[in-house]
T-cell receptor
Framework: AQSVTQLDSQVPVFEEAPVELRCNYS??????LFWYVQYPNQGLQLLLK??????LVKGINGFEAEFNKSQTSFHLRKPSVHISDTAEYFC?????????????FGSGTQLTVLP | EAQVTQNPRYLITVTGKKLTVTCSQN?????MSWYRQDPGLGLRQIYY???????DKGDVPEGYKVSRKEKRNFPLILESPSPNQTSLYFC???????????FGPGTRLTVL
Protein backbone atom coordinates (compact mmCIF):
# COMPACT_ATOMS: atom_id res chain seq x y z
CA ALA A 1 0.00 0.00 0.00
CA GLN A 2 1.12 3.55 -0.61
CA SER A 3 0.05 6.90 0.80
CA VAL A 4 0.83 10.58 0.37
CA THR A 5 0.73 13.32 2.98
CA GLN A 6 0.71 16.96 2.05
CA LEU A 7 1.51 18.73 5.27
CA ASP A 8 -0.06 22.09 4.50
CA SER A 9 -3.61 22.48 3.24
CA GLN A 10 -3.22 26.25 2.68
CA VAL A 11 -0.12 28.27 1.89
CA PRO A 12 -0.47 32.04 1.50
CA VAL A 13 2.58 33.87 0.18
CA PHE A 14 3.35 37.29 -1.20
CA GLU A 15 4.19 37.82 -4.83
CA GLU A 16 7.90 37.37 -5.68
CA ALA A 17 8.55 35.48 -2.44
CA PRO A 18 9.87 31.90 -2.46
CA VAL A 19 7.57 29.02 -1.65
CA GLU A 20 7.90 25.38 -0.62
CA LEU A 21 5.00 22.93 -0.69
CA ARG A 22 5.71 19.83 1.34
CA CYS A 23 4.97 16.25 0.38
CA ASN A 24 5.84 13.03 2.19
CA TYR A 25 5.01 9.57 0.97
CA SER A 26 4.89 6.06 2.34
CA UNK A 27 5.44 2.92 0.30
CA UNK A 28 6.88 -0.55 0.79
CA UNK A 29 8.41 -0.47 -2.71
CA UNK A 30 10.20 2.04 -4.90
CA UNK A 31 8.02 4.73 -6.39
CA UNK A 32 7.57 7.31 -9.10
CA LEU A 33 6.56 10.76 -7.85
CA PHE A 34 4.55 13.54 -9.46
CA TRP A 35 3.32 17.04 -8.80
CA TYR A 36 0.14 18.24 -10.49
CA VAL A 37 -1.45 21.70 -10.53
CA GLN A 38 -5.15 22.45 -10.75
CA TYR A 39 -6.21 25.96 -11.68
CA PRO A 40 -9.76 27.03 -10.73
CA ASN A 41 -12.46 25.13 -12.61
CA GLN A 42 -9.93 23.16 -14.63
CA GLY A 43 -8.52 19.66 -14.75
CA LEU A 44 -5.08 18.65 -13.50
CA GLN A 45 -1.88 19.46 -15.34
CA LEU A 46 1.49 17.78 -14.74
CA LEU A 47 4.11 20.11 -13.25
CA LEU A 48 6.97 17.64 -12.95
CA LYS A 49 7.82 14.02 -12.25
CA UNK A 50 10.59 11.96 -10.73
CA UNK A 51 11.20 8.57 -12.34
CA UNK A 52 14.92 7.99 -11.77
CA UNK A 53 18.30 9.70 -12.02
CA UNK A 54 18.96 13.15 -10.60
CA UNK A 55 17.02 13.81 -7.43
CA LEU A 56 16.46 17.45 -8.40
CA VAL A 57 13.70 17.66 -10.96
CA LYS A 58 12.78 20.77 -12.90
CA GLY A 59 9.28 21.31 -14.21
CA ILE A 60 7.17 23.87 -15.97
CA ASN A 61 6.56 27.46 -14.84
CA GLY A 62 9.82 27.63 -12.89
CA PHE A 63 8.94 24.92 -10.35
CA GLU A 64 11.35 22.28 -9.13
CA ALA A 65 11.23 19.42 -6.65
CA GLU A 66 13.78 17.35 -4.82
CA PHE A 67 13.40 13.65 -4.16
CA ASN A 68 14.78 12.61 -0.77
CA LYS A 69 14.62 8.85 -0.39
CA SER A 70 15.85 8.73 3.22
CA GLN A 71 13.18 11.20 4.32
CA THR A 72 10.58 9.88 1.86
CA SER A 73 9.87 13.42 0.74
CA PHE A 74 9.30 15.20 -2.57
CA HIS A 75 8.92 18.90 -1.73
CA LEU A 76 7.98 21.39 -4.44
CA ARG A 77 9.74 24.76 -4.62
CA LYS A 78 9.71 27.97 -6.59
CA PRO A 79 12.16 30.81 -5.89
CA SER A 80 9.76 33.62 -6.83
CA VAL A 81 6.02 33.18 -7.22
CA HIS A 82 3.56 35.11 -9.37
CA ILE A 83 -0.11 35.86 -8.90
CA SER A 84 -0.79 33.38 -11.72
CA ASP A 85 0.66 30.55 -9.58
CA THR A 86 -2.44 30.69 -7.38
CA ALA A 87 -3.87 27.18 -7.67
CA GLU A 88 -4.20 23.87 -5.89
CA TYR A 89 -1.19 21.58 -6.01
CA PHE A 90 -1.29 17.82 -5.66
CA CYS A 91 1.53 15.40 -4.94
CA UNK A 92 1.04 11.85 -6.25
CA UNK A 93 2.88 8.53 -6.09
CA UNK A 94 2.77 5.25 -7.96
CA UNK A 95 4.75 2.08 -7.34
CA UNK A 96 7.50 1.06 -9.75
CA UNK A 97 6.67 -2.62 -9.40
CA UNK A 98 4.13 -4.16 -11.68
CA UNK A 99 2.56 -1.84 -14.19
CA UNK A 100 2.42 1.26 -11.99
CA UNK A 101 -1.32 1.22 -12.37
CA UNK A 102 -2.55 2.89 -9.24
CA UNK A 103 -1.81 6.56 -8.72
CA UNK A 104 -2.35 7.81 -5.17
CA PHE A 105 -2.82 11.53 -4.56
CA GLY A 106 -2.31 13.68 -1.50
CA SER A 107 -5.13 15.86 -0.22
CA GLY A 108 -3.79 18.95 -1.94
CA THR A 109 -2.25 22.30 -0.98
CA GLN A 110 -3.98 25.54 -1.93
CA LEU A 111 -1.32 28.09 -2.85
CA THR A 112 -2.57 31.67 -2.74
CA VAL A 113 -0.21 34.35 -3.99
CA LEU A 114 -0.99 37.77 -2.55
CA PRO A 115 -0.13 41.10 -4.23
CA GLU B 1 -5.64 18.41 -30.52
CA ALA B 2 -4.69 15.67 -28.06
CA GLN B 3 -7.26 15.59 -25.31
CA VAL B 4 -9.48 13.70 -22.92
CA THR B 5 -13.15 14.62 -23.14
CA GLN B 6 -15.91 13.96 -20.63
CA ASN B 7 -19.66 14.32 -20.91
CA PRO B 8 -21.67 15.71 -19.38
CA ARG B 9 -19.71 18.44 -17.60
CA TYR B 10 -22.48 19.04 -15.10
CA LEU B 11 -25.21 16.67 -13.98
CA ILE B 12 -27.91 16.86 -11.33
CA THR B 13 -29.86 13.69 -10.73
CA VAL B 14 -31.92 11.92 -8.09
CA THR B 15 -31.14 8.94 -5.92
CA GLY B 16 -31.43 5.62 -7.73
CA LYS B 17 -31.60 6.90 -11.30
CA LYS B 18 -28.92 5.14 -13.35
CA LEU B 19 -26.45 7.38 -15.13
CA THR B 20 -23.36 7.13 -17.31
CA VAL B 21 -20.51 9.60 -17.61
CA THR B 22 -18.60 9.16 -20.84
CA CYS B 23 -14.85 9.54 -21.28
CA SER B 24 -12.98 9.50 -24.54
CA GLN B 25 -9.32 10.06 -25.46
CA ASN B 26 -7.77 10.58 -28.89
CA UNK B 27 -4.16 9.76 -27.99
CA UNK B 28 -4.31 5.96 -28.41
CA UNK B 29 -3.45 5.52 -24.73
CA UNK B 30 -3.60 2.07 -23.15
CA UNK B 31 -4.18 3.23 -19.58
CA MET B 32 -7.33 5.01 -18.47
CA SER B 33 -8.61 5.85 -14.99
CA TRP B 34 -11.49 7.44 -13.15
CA TYR B 35 -11.04 9.60 -10.06
CA ARG B 36 -13.33 11.47 -7.75
CA GLN B 37 -12.25 14.70 -6.07
CA ASP B 38 -13.69 15.73 -2.72
CA PRO B 39 -12.66 18.70 -0.54
CA GLY B 40 -9.84 17.79 1.82
CA LEU B 41 -9.43 14.32 0.32
CA GLY B 42 -7.64 15.07 -2.92
CA LEU B 43 -8.28 12.69 -5.81
CA ARG B 44 -9.13 9.09 -5.16
CA GLN B 45 -8.97 6.46 -7.86
CA ILE B 46 -12.24 4.65 -8.57
CA TYR B 47 -11.30 2.24 -11.37
CA TYR B 48 -8.54 1.91 -13.90
CA UNK B 49 -8.01 0.02 -17.13
CA UNK B 50 -4.75 -1.18 -18.64
CA UNK B 51 -6.26 -1.98 -22.02
CA UNK B 52 -9.42 -3.12 -23.78
CA UNK B 53 -11.42 -5.52 -21.62
CA UNK B 54 -8.91 -5.17 -18.74
CA UNK B 55 -10.18 -3.22 -15.73
CA ASP B 56 -9.44 -3.23 -12.00
CA LYS B 57 -10.61 -1.55 -8.82
CA GLY B 58 -8.95 1.52 -7.41
CA ASP B 59 -9.31 2.84 -3.88
CA VAL B 60 -13.05 3.62 -3.88
CA PRO B 61 -14.87 1.34 -6.36
CA GLU B 62 -18.09 0.74 -4.39
CA GLY B 63 -21.18 1.92 -6.23
CA TYR B 64 -19.44 2.30 -9.58
CA LYS B 65 -18.98 0.20 -12.71
CA VAL B 66 -16.79 0.68 -15.75
CA SER B 67 -16.31 -0.95 -19.12
CA ARG B 68 -13.55 -0.81 -21.74
CA LYS B 69 -14.89 -2.17 -25.00
CA GLU B 70 -12.87 0.20 -27.15
CA LYS B 71 -9.44 1.63 -26.53
CA ARG B 72 -10.56 5.25 -26.71
CA ASN B 73 -13.64 5.04 -24.44
CA PHE B 74 -13.95 4.35 -20.72
CA PRO B 75 -17.45 5.14 -19.42
CA LEU B 76 -18.25 5.37 -15.71
CA ILE B 77 -21.61 3.91 -14.71
CA LEU B 78 -23.55 4.58 -11.53
CA GLU B 79 -26.29 1.95 -11.42
CA SER B 80 -28.06 3.43 -8.41
CA PRO B 81 -26.55 6.78 -7.45
CA SER B 82 -26.68 7.96 -3.86
CA PRO B 83 -26.03 11.41 -2.33
CA ASN B 84 -22.58 10.33 -1.10
CA GLN B 85 -21.54 10.05 -4.74
CA THR B 86 -21.97 13.78 -5.19
CA SER B 87 -18.50 14.80 -6.27
CA LEU B 88 -16.24 16.09 -9.03
CA TYR B 89 -15.16 13.28 -11.34
CA PHE B 90 -12.09 13.18 -13.55
CA CYS B 91 -11.15 10.78 -16.28
CA UNK B 92 -7.47 10.40 -17.18
CA UNK B 93 -5.33 8.49 -19.64
CA UNK B 94 -1.66 7.71 -20.20
CA UNK B 95 0.33 5.81 -22.77
CA UNK B 96 2.35 3.58 -20.46
CA UNK B 97 3.15 2.89 -16.82
CA UNK B 98 5.62 5.73 -16.39
CA UNK B 99 3.88 8.16 -18.65
CA UNK B 100 2.23 11.42 -17.78
CA UNK B 101 -1.49 11.24 -17.02
CA UNK B 102 -3.69 13.53 -19.09
CA PHE B 103 -6.85 14.63 -17.33
CA GLY B 104 -10.24 15.50 -18.69
CA PRO B 105 -12.01 18.74 -17.69
CA GLY B 106 -14.12 17.08 -15.00
CA THR B 107 -17.78 16.24 -14.44
CA ARG B 108 -19.56 17.79 -11.51
CA LEU B 109 -22.24 15.37 -10.30
CA THR B 110 -24.93 16.20 -7.76
CA VAL B 111 -27.18 13.42 -6.48
CA LEU B 112 -30.26 14.64 -4.62
Amino acid sequence: AQSVTQLDSQVPVFEEAPVELRCNYSSSVSVYLFWYVQYPNQGLQLLLKYLSGSTLVKGINGFEAEFNKSQTSFHLRKPSVHISDTAEYFCAVTSISGSARQLTFGSGTQLTVLP
Amino acid sequence: EAQVTQNPRYLITVTGKKLTVTCSQNMNHEYMSWYRQDPGLGLRQIYYSMNVEVTDKGDVPEGYKVSRKEKRNFPLILESPSPNQTSLYFCASKIQARGEQFFGPGTRLTVL
